[in-house]
């Protein structure tokens, strides 16, 4: 006859003692709580995991079948300490709770199968009661939904909203009449979990202190609770379309990449573009097509084939998925996404490792999902892992890139000793190059490149940055630079510096030239005072009126702070080009902004 019961945590969390003492089978018993229990259920409950909250809410109810005599409770045992405490895992909090079934001689009763094999090992007498597993009812949090619904947000002190319309037009509304209460959503977060405990195709992804992200079926749930936030919230994100590959702009010719050989594709768009649905449509015909597809997640929310296995962090380490996924062989692996610096270097690994790869990645831009490599693989690397990016916007393809690796001379530069290996992103579809990525000194430049190409050389900005910065370690005073060419420069410096500057012999100038890799010719400032000229429009010229006293002068003509060309002034004291050409245009312009016309004599 049983008299005296000792549960452990498991059936405490799974609320199995209550359900008895309903039931009848334990009426009058004397239940006895280990305060190991009551101190591993605490310290769930202080880092905010719900088993423990749910355990506390066990022991509560006991507490009112002792009130009302249904049962005797009471309390015993050591309550263990901080390092115990963290040694739960590894059975210190277990032990605890065997030594009391054993010290009273008890009825033991546990969930936990290890746990119950121990103890019958030690002569307790032990009932092994398997997790509960009920029948799976429909969740509250259901009625918020409806067929346009992509998620709902439920936060206490507030009304219910949901996320309502179609891929790329979703809109915030409000679904509820009146705010929620905080003892209402944890009765939902608590149906969640259990909900979680019984559904073979629900588990928990993610348990940290505050936050608790569960995946049900296509429906990924989080839950965050102080101290993470600010108060208890439940939103529920779910997946309204599922669409083929077929379906999208440029499916053939992405189709036919796919076919011939492990690629490297970056999905990017900004968050709920319908990039993940776009992932899941190309695993699906990647499996159709006979590949081995994997997929790495965190959280698994893919919605695919069951063929498909989709792995998560193994042991919180996407590096050490990655590395059983290289045993495994896969043809095909879906990342899905490639956010953190962790998450680049094992996209990268793995395709160089020969595995095709599909990440997913935020941008706003097509070339943004490029530059996010910039810096964490070698530029010369990129286009081994990423071949091609697909943008998405709105649940549609809006544009792919091709990523291909060239040597030669960047566009807009001129001389042919400055080719170099260049990163070349073209239009997929018209074939146009759109960017061009290369180094220059020790910057890397994403360039865009106009079409029908550039009248202003693209580098010569930043050169000029980097000789400034390296002028400014040897002069005190102002100084202008003049780019000459993409190798030659002139740097106008204060009158009486130029001598400090180029050295005894020229050694200083020529140590300089050497870092910057660029011939410099340097000049004083003493000479060419700026004036202000006139300047006429006819019907097919521009003239800036100099004076006949300058005429056969070389000059320089400045719009604000910018040298736009150089010119010799003609007999009549002016100088004069077509107005139709884009050097009268662009000045005209940028007068009619407010800019200033200044002309001063070449200095030398």
């Known amino acids: ?33 280990p305060e190991a229990v009551v ?29 009302s005599g249904k049962i005797e409770l009471e309390y015993v045992g050591m309550r263990p300490d901080l390092d115990q405490i963290k040694l739960a895992g590894g059975g210190e909090i277990d032990a605890m709770i065997r030594d009391v079934a ?26 092994y009661i398997r997790p509960q597993r009920n029948g799976i009812k429909p969740l509250t ?18 009304p219910p909203m949901a996320k309502r319309g179609q891929v790329g037009e979703f809109n915030l509304t409000n679904i509820g009449r009146r705010d929620l209460r905080e003892r209402e959503l944890r009765d939902i977060v608590r ?37 993470f936030s600010d108060g208890m919230e439940v939103t529920a994100v779910r997946p309204i379309v599922k669409v083929d590959l077929e379906d999208y702009k440029h499916a053939e010719e992405l189709k036919a990449r796919l076919r011939e050989g492990q690629r490297g594709i970056m999905i990017a768009g900004p968050p709920g573009s319908g990039k993940t649905t776009l992932a899941a449509g190309v695993a699906k015909y990647l499996l159709d097509c006979n590949y081995v597809v994997k997929t790495l997640e965190s959280p698994r929310d893919l919605q695919v084939p069951p063929e498909i296995t989709q792995y998560g962090p193994l042991e919180g ?21 490639v956010r953190k610096t962790k998450d680049f270097e094992v996209f990268v690994d793995m395709r160089l490792a020969g595995v095709g790869m599909i ?110 910065r390296e002028m400014s370690r040897h002069l005190k005073g102002p100084f202008e630079v003049e780019m000459l060419s993409d190798s030659s420069v002139r740097v106008w410096v204060p009158e009486g510096e130029a001598a400090k500057v180029i050295g005894k012999a020229g050694k200083n100038i020529e140590k300089i030239e050497k870092s910057l890799g660029m011939h410099i010719d340097v000049q004083s400032m003493e000479s060419g005072p700026a004036f202000s000229p006139e300047f006429e429009e006819t019907a097919r010229h521009l003239i800036i009126w100099i004076g006949d006293e300058l005429a056969g002068e070389a000059l320089e003509v400045y719009v604000g702070n910018e040298m736009v060309f150089t010119a010799t002034v003609g007999r009549r004291g002016d100088i004069r080009m077509a107005k139709s050409s884009d050097m009268a245009r662009q000045i005209l312009r940028r007068l009619d902004q407010g800019e200033k016309l200044e002309v001063r004599k070449v200095r030398g």
């Open 1 to 33: 006859m049983v008299s005296c019961i000792v549960p452990d945590t498991s059936v405490v969390i799974d609320g199995r003692i209550s359900t008895k003492i309903k039931s009848g089978e334990f009426l009058g018993k004397r239940v006895v709580i």
């Open 39 to 67: 101190a591993e259920l605490e310290a769930q409950a202080n880092h905010g995991r719900e088993i423990g909250i749910k355990g506390l809410e066990e022991l509560r109810r006991l507490s009112e079948f002792a009130k």
């Open 102 to 127: 054993l010290e009273m001689d008890a009825f033991f009763l546990t969930s936990d199968s290890i746990q119950s094999r121990v103890a019958e090992a030690m002569g307790i007498d032990v009932e």
């Open 141 to 158: 949090l259901d009625k918020y939904f409806t067929p346009d619904t992509l998620s709902v947000h439920l936060k206490e002190g507030a």
């Open 191 to 227: 149906e969640i979990l259990d909900r979680t405990k019984a559904d073979p195709n629900a588990h928990i992804e993610i348990e940290k202190t505050g936050a608790t992200v569960i995946q049900m079926g296509p429906m990924r749930i989080a839950i965050a609770q102080p101290p």
């Open 317 to 337: 380490s996407m590096e050490a998925s990655a590395d059983i996924l290289l045993l495994v062989r896969p043809d095909y692996t879906i990342y899905d996404e």
């Open 359 to 468: 990440g997913v990645v935020h941008a706003n831009k097509a070339i943004d999902a490029l530059q996010r490599f910039i810096r964490r693989v070698d530029l010369g690397m990129i286009p081994q892992v990423v071949d091609t990016v697909v943008f998405v916007e709105k649940g549609q393809v809006t544009g792919v890139l091709d990523v291909e690796f060239v040597v030669k001379v960047p566009t807009g530069m001129i001389e042919a000793d400055l080719a170099r290996p260049v990163i070349v992103v073209k239009n997929f579809e018209s074939g146009e190059v759109e960017y061009e990525m290369y180094t220059y000194g020790n910057e890397i430049v994403v360039m865009p490149v106009a079409k029908g190409g550039s009248r202003k050389p693209a580098s010569w900005d930043l050169a000029s940055r980097q000789i400034e």
